[in-house]
T-cell receptor, first 116, second 113 residues
Framework: GAVVSQHPSRVICKSGTSVKIECRSL??????MFWYRQFPKKSLMLMAT?????????EQGVEKDKFLINHASLTLSTLTVTSAHPEDSSFYIC????????????FGQGTRLTVV | DQQVKQNSPSLSVQEGRISILNCDYT??????FLWYKKYPAEGPTFLIS?????DKNEDGRFTVFLNKSAKHLSLHIVPSQPGDSAVYFC????????????FGKGTKLTVNP
């Protein structure tokens, strides 16, 4: 299947700093990318949907100024957690899908963020 | 409102036996369904999918069944292997719509040797 690479896999940062997570589709053009967050013992929570070249659409309750999403090219989307706090510590996962008609979404490996 | 429900948080089966993971949905607009497998601290891996125009899709040891009238789908794994132990997520979306995947909460499968 298609490959989606997410980097870094683990990051520890100090409270108040910002962290950038990258999501790359390696062998296909991802017109749509999704960012998820997984809480312990809970499902994947969709944070936002981004389409290449346009602003991300955030889910209700997700702070767009805190979780900045950029989808500047068809192979790269970034999630920046700004002014991170310990409660932002979580597992973040991106997924990517090709154009309409492409029904499978391929997931990155995830990023474990720990804010200390 | 949870549109995709996996009512069993966990399932334990013996190696070699069949594992059946269930998923129910409430949104009749969903027309494409997927199953993902997830190991701890990793991203989900796509397993198998099914379109609403079908009622069964098979891929090796994995078979997904869809009952549209009951808004129910299931994933059968046979024979189950210890390496199948993971959390399995059911997901659904509307093709041509927002295309957002809606996930269930997952079922943790443990296959005992």
């Amino acid at each position: 299947g298609a490959v989606v690479s997410q980097h870094p896999s683990r990051v520890i940062c100090k409270s108040g700093t910002s962290v950038k997570i990258e999501c790359r589709s390696l062998d296909f053009q991802a017109t749509t990318m999704f960012w998820y967050r997984q809480f312990p013992k809970k499902s994947l929570m969709l944070m936002a949907t981004s389409n290449e070249g346009s602003k991300a659409t955030y889910e209700q309750g997700v702070e767009k100024d805190k979780f900045l999403i950029n989808h500047a090219s068809l192979t790269l989307s970034t999630l920046t957690v700004t002014s991170a706090h310990p409660e932002d510590s979580s597992f973040y996962i991106c997924s990517a899908r090709g154009g309409r008609g492409e029904t499978e979404a391929f997931f990155g490996q995830g990023t474990r963020l720990t804010v200390v | 409102d949870q549109q995709v429900k996996q009512n069993s948080p966990s399932l334990s089966v013996q190696e070699g036996r069949i594992s059946i993971l269930n998923c129910d949905y409430t949104n009749s607009m969903f027309d494409y369904f997927l199953w993902y497998k997830k190991y701890p601290a990793e991203g989900p891996t796509f397993l198998i999918s099914i379109s609403s125009i079908k009622d069964k899709n098979e891929d090796g040891r994995f078979t997904v069944f869809l009952n549209k009238s009951a808004k129910h789908l299931s994933l059968h794994i046979v024979p189950s292997q210890p390496g199948d132990s993971a959390v399995y997520f059911c997901a659904a979306f509307v093709q041509g719509g927002s295309e957002k995947l809606v996930f269930g909460k997952g079922t943790k499968l443990t296959v005992n040797p």
